[in-house]
T-cell receptor, first 114, second 112 residues
Framework: DTEVTQTPKHLVMGMTNKKSLKCEQH?????MYWYKQKAKKPPELMFV???????INESVPSRFSPECPNSSLLNLHLHALQPEDSALYLC?????????????FGQGTRLTVV | TQLLEQSPQFLSIQEGENLTVYCNSS?????LQWYRQEPGEGPVLLVT?????EVKKLKRLTFQFGDARKDSSLHITAAQPGDTGLYLC????????????FGAGTRLFVKA
């Protein structure tokens, strides 16, 4: 099973709403990631969790709040977003092996902020 | 700053033609990955190259990792319309920990 599952697939939210994106993997991977991808651009790293601890925050605004409840789950809590935050949000996971950092991606959540 | 420079950024070819996409960096990578992404979907892993000089084949796709582990190439033989998509190289440099970065991507369009 090389599947990373993200929910929801699509989300429309107002600028005053609070919502959460969810990600799940059962590959035993101990690194999990959030990426943001705008149209016609490559994915940009937002957060990295290693062994359920936040190890990298790429200077992401505090309106994005990640959470890793256990080794299989990763959430991204959203609050007071701006229209420019509309994008495809991708979750990924990988083994914690410096020799091979291949990541498996979910299908993404298409987020629209109105 | 670790950068992955990918070229060309856009390629439009006829069915049956061959093509090569390049991914270059000044940093050394422990491994490099190639992904293919369809619009609105997540990237799908095609291959990982780990050893300098390594060549891997996946049907009509041939992937090469440079001897110095700073560059990689993807060669497609006899391209088909089904090969159309965004091809991304990605990797985490030896000094970057688990911070995987992506090249800008190559948008390939194969005309029937």
């Amino acid at each position: 099973d090389t599947e990373v599952t993200q929910t929801p697939k699509h989300l429309v939210m107002g600028m005053t709403n609070k919502k959460s994106l969810k990600c799940e993997q059962h590959m035993g991977h101990r690194a999990m990631y959030w990426y943001k991808q705008k149209a016609k651009k490559p994915p940009e790293l937002m957060f990295v969790y290693s062994y359920e601890k936040l190890s990298i925050n790429e200077s992401v605004p505090s309106r994005f709040s990640p959470e890793c409840p256990n080794s299989s789950l990763l959430n991204l809590h959203l609050h007071a977003l701006q229209p420019e935050d509309s994008a495809l949000y991708l979750c990924a996971s990988s083994q914690l092996d410096r020799g091979n950092t291949e990541a498996f991606f979910g299908q993404g959540t298409r987020l629209t902020v109105v | 700053t670790q950068l992955l420079e990918q070229s060309p950024q856009f390629l439009s070819i006829q069915e049956g033609e061959n093509l090569t996409v390049y991914c270059n960096s000044s940093s050394v990578f422990s491994s490099l990955q190639w992904y293919r992404q369809e619009p609105g979907e997540g990237p799908v892993l095609l291959v990982t190259v780990v050893t300098g000089g390594e060549v891997k084949k996946l049907k009509r796709l041939t992937f090469q990792f440079g001897d110095a582990r700073k560059d990689s190439s993807l060669h497609i033989t006899a391209a088909q319309p089904g090969d159309t998509g965004l091809y991304l190289c990605a990797g985490a440099s030896l000094s970057g920990g688990f911070k995987t970065i992506f090249g800008a991507g190559t948008r390939l369009f194969v005309k029937a």
